[in-house]
C-alpha cells in the first residue's frame, strides 16, 4: 500500500483522523468545509498524523499544521 504525507491544518486532525466532525464543525465551519473538500478531491483516506504540529503556510495563512498519513482511497491506486 502506498502511503503518502501530506501538511494539512492541525485542527483537522480529530474529522480526518477519528471522523469525528462535530468540533470542527461547531467551532469553525468553514475548516470543517475545506477539510470536506480536500478529502473529497485528495482522494485519499488519513490513516495518522504526527503529534508535533508546526507552522506552516496553509492557503496562504500561517497555521498550525501536522503531517498526515494517507492512502489513496480504494488502496490500489
Known amino acids: 500500500m502506498e502511503i503518502v504525507t501530506v501538511v494539512l491544518p492541525a485542527s ?6 477519528n471522523n ?3 468540533g470542527l464543525e461547531y467551532y469553525d465551519p468553514d ?3 475545506m477539510a470536506k473538500a480536500w ?3 485528495s482522494g ?3 490513516l495518522s498524523c504526527g503529534e508535533e ?5 496553509f492557503e ?3 497555521t498550525e499544521c501536522l503531517e498526515y498519513q ?3 482511497v480504494g488502496g490500489n491506486q
Open 20 to 22: 469525528d466532525w462535530s
Open 12 to 17: 483537522w486532525a480529530p474529522a480526518l483522523v
Open 70 to 72: 494517507c492512502a489513496p
Open 53 to 57: 504540529p508546526f507552522v506552516y503556510r
Open 31 to 33: 475548516g470543517a468545509a
Open 39 to 41: 478529502q473529497m478531491e
Open 60 to 62: 496562504g495563512l500561517l
Open 44 to 46: 485519499l483516506a488519513v
